[in-house]
């Protein structure tokens, strides 16, 4: 592409992308959705872009992305929100990996035919959700506090299992030897010992900052000593993405961090991030984000009919199986989770970079059966994008829409009855027919205690 154009395209589709955030704010039409059909019209469609000459290029840019994205986000989290909500997180993120990569896994082997070597890394792969995609989403929703953590959370320690489990099962097909202890290893190792680099970088930079802000033009310097940690992370094999996290959390909570435990040790209290700062990080997000929706646009491959179908009934499927592990992993009893919460969880599906990376590793391996991985892959996160970017807008703007799929969480279609608080009760009220009553067939209790179970069975 002429330099000129591509000045051109660049402008014009940040000028887009704040058009397409506006129209998501205000009709509920996903930006992310828009950004990927740019991509798919100057890449597949009308081959603009070439695809395989932004592959290199492409994946860098991509952790870039995840690594601004989470650490950006990590700087939102209070440790009283992440007390309450890691347990919840550790449950939803390793049930919903597990049913995936099982369900998946003999999908491809008993009924696609494939190699059941391959079969479960493509499992592994699809595993976890994406932070791309549901981060930007999480944030323009209205659900509780501690929902939007899990997600957040629950789509950072995902993409750890998928790439260790997906690596694991990969050397040991090509080895020939599948040891469980190295698999647990790895991921304990690459969740504590990110997590710990992270949080010394948060104090080390807590304290180096006043000092920082001293020179001039130093405002990027927080995001250059993010990548310092991320990239410190990778090269000792540990989780650069963990570790981003894990440095915007110390940061957001460095108050906290210094009463309990630094005041002790040093007399000189730590500086926080400023408003303008936290606006920076906040600009970098939405950049990065434009480019990679439409970046992942433009690595969509339909040259292969059987693998779009094939997509595309892994995409229902894991719809529904997410349904049934937001109902195993969060039961109803859980404190802050209430029932519009859950049909939120139960359709964040989306798949994103790490599934594009390891299904290209995957690809390109060289091993017997690899050949469509690739395609399947690159189809799934076409859909479940276009899925969850449909279904989350739909069910926040229609309230009918909301308690059928309550409803179909709790499985109450057979005499079974959903208890709803006040907010629930008065959405339904407000969505009910020209009756002027709620409908028998609902089976609704209507309770005004927001403790009680959200469900009576």
Same mark, same amino acid.
């Given at each position: 592409?002429?330099?000129?154009l591509?000045?051109?395209?660049?402008?014009t589709?940040?000028?887009?992308?704040?058009?397409?955030?506006?129209?998501?704010?205000?009709?509920? $039409?996903?930006?992310? +959705?828009?950004?990927?059909?740019?991509?798919?019209?100057?890449?597949?469609?009308?081959?603009?872009?070439?695809?395989d000459?932004?592959? *290199?290029?492409? @994946?860098?840019?991509?952790?870039?992305?995840?690594?601004?994205l989470? =650490?950006?986000?990590?700087?939102?989290?209070?440790?009283k929100t992440?007390?309450e909500?890691?347990?919840?997180?550790?449950?939803?993120t390793?049930?919903?990996?597990?049913v995936? =990569?099982?369900? /998946? !896994?003999?999908? !491809?082997?008993?009924?696609?035919?494939?190699?059941?070597?391959?079969?479960?890394?493509?499992g592994?792969?699809?595993?976890?959700?994406?932070?791309?995609?549901?981060?930007?989403?999480?944030?323009? $929703?209205?659900?509780?506090?501690?929902?939007k953590?899990?997600l /957040?959370?629950? *789509?950072?320690f *995902?993409?750890?299992?998928?790439?260790?489990?997906?690596?694991?099962?990969f050397?040991?097909y090509?080895?020939?030897?599948?040891?469980? !202890?190295?698999?647990?290893?790895?991921?304990?190792?690459?969740?504590?010992?990110?997590s710990?680099?992270?949080?010394?970088?948060?104090?080390?930079?807590?304290?180096?900052?006043?000092?920082?802000?001293? /020179?001039?033009? *130093?405002?990027?310097?927080?995001?250059?000593?993010?990548?310092?940690?991320y990239?410190?992370?990778?090269?000792?094999g540990?989780s650069?993405?963990?570790?981003?996290?894990? =440095?915007?959390?110390?940061l957001?909570?460095?108050?906290?961090?210094y009463?309990?435990?630094l005041?002790?040790f040093f007399?000189?209290?730590?500086?926080?991030l400023?408003?303008? #700062?936290?606006?920076?990080?906040?600009?970098?997000v939405?950049?990065?984000?434009?480019f990679?929706f439409?970046?992942? !646009?433009?690595?969509? %491959? =339909?040259?292969?009919?059987?693998? +779009?179908?094939?997509?595309?009934?892994?995409?229902?499927?894991?719809?529904?199986?997410r349904? &049934?592990?937001?109902? &195993?992993?969060?039961?109803?009893?859980?404190?802050?989770?209430n029932n519009?919460d859950?049909?939120?969880?139960?359709?964040?599906?989306?798949?994103g +970079?790490?599934?594009?990376v390891l299904?290209t590793m995957?690809?390109?391996?060289?091993?017997?059966?690899c050949e469509r991985?690739? @395609?399947?892959?690159?189809s799934?996160?076409?859909?479940t $994008?276009?899925?969850?970017?449909?279904?989350?807008?739909?069910l926040?703007?229609? #309230? %009918?829409?909301?308690?059928?799929?309550?409803?179909?969480?709790?499985?109450?279609?057979?005499?079974?009855?959903?208890?709803?608080?006040d907010?629930?009760?008065?959405?339904?009220?407000?969505? %009910?027919d020209?009756?002027?009553?709620?409908?028998?067939?609902?089976?609704?209790? /209507?309770?005004d205690?927001?403790?009680?179970?959200n469900?009576?069975?």
């Open positions: 592409m002429e330099p000129a591509l000045i051109l395209t660049l402008g589709l940040i000028f887009a992308a704040h058009w397409f955030a506006e129209i998501f704010s205000k009709k509920r $039409i996903p930006d992310v +959705l828009m950004l990927m059909l740019i991509g798919i019209v100057i890449g597949p469609l009308f081959k603009i872009v070439d695809a000459k932004l592959s *290199s290029m492409g @994946n860098i840019f991509g952790q870039l992305t995840l690594v601004i989470l =650490f950006e986000s990590g700087t939102e989290l209070s440790f992440l007390a909500s890691i347990k919840n997180t550790i449950s939803l390793i049930v919903n990996f597990l995936t =990569f099982v369900s /998946i !896994g003999l999908l !491809g082997w008993l009924i696609l035919g494939m190699n059941p070597g391959i079969s479960f890394m493509l592994a792969a699809l595993g976890g959700s994406s932070s791309a995609v549901a981060i930007p989403l999480v944030k323009q $929703i209205s659900i509780g506090e501690k929902s953590t899990i /957040i959370l629950e *789509s950072a *995902s993409a750890i299992l998928c790439i260790v489990v997906a690596l694991a099962i050397e040991s090509k080895y020939g030897e599948f040891r469980v !202890g190295i698999i647990f290893g790895q991921v304990f190792s690459s969740f504590l010992l990110a710990l680099i992270g949080f010394i970088g948060s104090i080390f930079w807590s304290m180096v900052l006043d000092k920082v802000r001293t /020179i001039d033009n *130093s405002i990027f310097t927080t995001p250059a000593f993010v990548f310092i940690i990239g410190i992370n990778e090269l000792l540990y650069g993405i963990i570790s981003a996290l894990a =440095f915007g959390i110390g957001a909570n460095m108050d906290a961090i009463k309990r435990w005041r002790k007399d000189r209290r730590p500086t926080l400023n408003p303008t #700062e936290k606006t920076l990080f906040s600009e970098l939405f950049l990065m984000k434009t990679f439409v970046y992942v !646009g433009i690595s969509i %491959k =339909f040259d292969s009919f059987i693998s +779009l179908l094939i997509g595309l009934g892994i995409s229902f499927l894991m719809i529904l199986l349904i &049934i592990v937001v109902r &195993i992993s969060l039961p109803s009893e859980i404190k802050g989770i519009k859950r049909a939120f969880l139960s359709m964040m599906i989306p798949r +970079l790490a599934a594009a299904a995957i690809s390109q391996s060289g091993l017997a059966g991985v690739s @395609n399947i892959v690159f799934v996160i076409f859909f $994008i276009i899925f969850t970017s449909v279904l989350v807008p739909l926040e703007k229609s #309230e %009918k829409f909301r308690m059928f799929y309550i409803k179909l969480i709790y499985f109450s279609f057979f005499g079974k009855k959903v208890i709803l608080n907010d629930e009760a008065q959405s339904l009220e407000e969505a %009910k020209d009756s002027g009553s709620i409908s028998e067939e609902d089976k609704i209790i /209507i309770s205690n927001d403790d009680i179970p469900i009576l069975l």
